[in-house]
C-alpha cells in the first residue's frame, strides 16, 4: 500500500508537522493531494490540543506546483469538472489562510506555482539556501487567482506585478529582501532554525493568537466571503480551459517554446 500524499503528525508540545509526500514528482500536487490538505490542515485546526502547524515537503524540493499532467487532463473535461477542481484548490489555500493556529512553512528546493502560494498563505516563511522560487502560471497561459491574495500580502502590488508577469525564478536571498520569507538559513538548518520561533510562540496564550490573527487577516483584507472565493474559483477554472492553457501545456510537456514566443528576429 503507498504512503499517503499529505502526512501529518503532532508532537508533545503541540506542534503538527504536515508534509507534502509526492517526491518522485517533486510533490506537485494533485487532486489527491489537495483534498488532503482541506481535510488535513482544516482537522488540525479544529483540534485543541495543536498549537503549531508546520509545513514542510519530502524529498528534493518544498513543491513544485502542479502536475502539469493532471492539469492537462482535467482541461479536457467539463467546466462543472474544473470548477470543482478550482473550488478545491481554493479550498486548500484559503483554508491554510484562514487558520487561526501559527503556521510556519519550511522551504527547500524549489517552490513554484502553487507552492509559492501555499508558502505565502503561511504566518512564517523560513527558506534554505537551496530555496528557488517562481510564481509561475502566466508561463503556461494559466491565471493564479486562488494565490494572488496571499502572494500580494506578502510581496504587495507592484513586486507582485512583476514576479507574477514575467515568472522569473528567484533565489532565498532574493525573496527575504523582497520580504517573500522570513529568515534565510543553510542547508539542512531549517528545523534549527525554526525552533527558536516556535519556542517564542509556545510562550504566547493560544487563544490570544488566535485573535490576534484573527485581526491580521481582518485588517489584511484577507477574509472573503464564500460568494468571493467562488468567483476566485470559476475564474481559475475558465482560465484552465483556454486555448493558450491548452498550448502552454502542450508546450511544457513537449519541452518546446509556446506558440506566443516570437522566437529569434532578424
Known amino acids: 500500500m503507498s504512503e499517503p500524499v499529505v502526512l501529518s503528525e503532532v508532537d508533545a508540545r503541540g506542534v503538527a508537522t504536515v508534509t507534502l509526500n509526492r517526491p518522485e514528482v517533486n510533490n506537485a ?6 483534498n488532503a490538505l482541506v481535510e488535513g490542515v482544516g482537522a488540525l485546526s479544529e483540534d485543541d490540543a495543536v498549537r503549531i502547524i508546520v509545513i514542510r515537503g519530502n524529498g528534493r524540493h518544498f513543491q513544485a506546483g502542479a502536475d502539469l499532467n493532471w492539469i492537462q487532463e482535467n482541461s479536457g473535461k467539463s467546466y462543472e469538472e474544473n470548477l470543482k477542481v478550482s473550488r478545491a484548490t481554493t479550498a486548500a489555500v484559503h483554508g491554510l489562510t484562514r487558520c487561526l493556529k501559527p503556521t510556519i512553512a519550511l522551504i527547500h528546493g524549489g517552490c513554484f506555482g502553487g507552492g509559492t502560494g501555499m508558502a505565502s498563505a503561511c ?36 513586486r507582485l506585478r512583476r514576479y507574477a508577469l514575467t515568472c522569473e525564478r ?3 536571498k532574493r ?4 520580504g517573500f520569507v522570513d ?25 490570544a493568537l488566535a485573535g490576534s490573527k484573527a485581526n491580521a487577516l481582518h485588517f489584511a483584507g484577507l477574509e472573503f466571503s464564500e460568494d468571493e ?26 519541452k518546446r517554446k509556446p506558440n506566443w514566443y516570437p522566437g529569434e528576429q532578424a
Not at 500536487?29 to 489537495?34: A, F, Q, T, V
Not at 509561475?136 to 507592484?158: C, F, N
Not at 525573496?175 to 523582497?178: G, K, P, Q, R, S
Not at 480551459?241 to 511544457?252: C, H, I, P, R
Request: contains cysteine; glycine residues 8%.
Open 29 to 34: 500536487y494533485n487532486g489527491e493531494m489537495i
Open 123 to 158: 504566518d512564517v516563511v523560513i527558506a534554505d539556501e537551496s530555496a528557488i522560487f517562481s510564481i509561475t502560471e502566466a508561463r503556461w497561459g494559466l491565471v493564479a487567482t486562488p494565490i494572488v491574495p496571499q502572494l500580494l500580502s506578502r510581496l504587495g502590488a507592484g
Open 170 to 172: 528567484f533565489d532565498a
Open 175 to 178: 525573496a527575504f529582501d523582497i
Open 183 to 207: 529568515e534565510v538559513c543553510g542547508v539542512g538548518k531549517l528545523d534549527e532554525t525554526a525552533a527558536p520561533i516556535v519556542d517564542a510562540l509556545l510562550h504566547c496564550a493560544p487563544d
Open 229 to 254: 472565493l467562488e468567483d476566485m474559483a470559476q475564474l481559475h477554472a475558465r482560465r484552465r480551459m483556454t486555448d493558450d492553457a491548452a498550448e502552454g501545456l502542450k508546450s511544457f510537456l513537449e
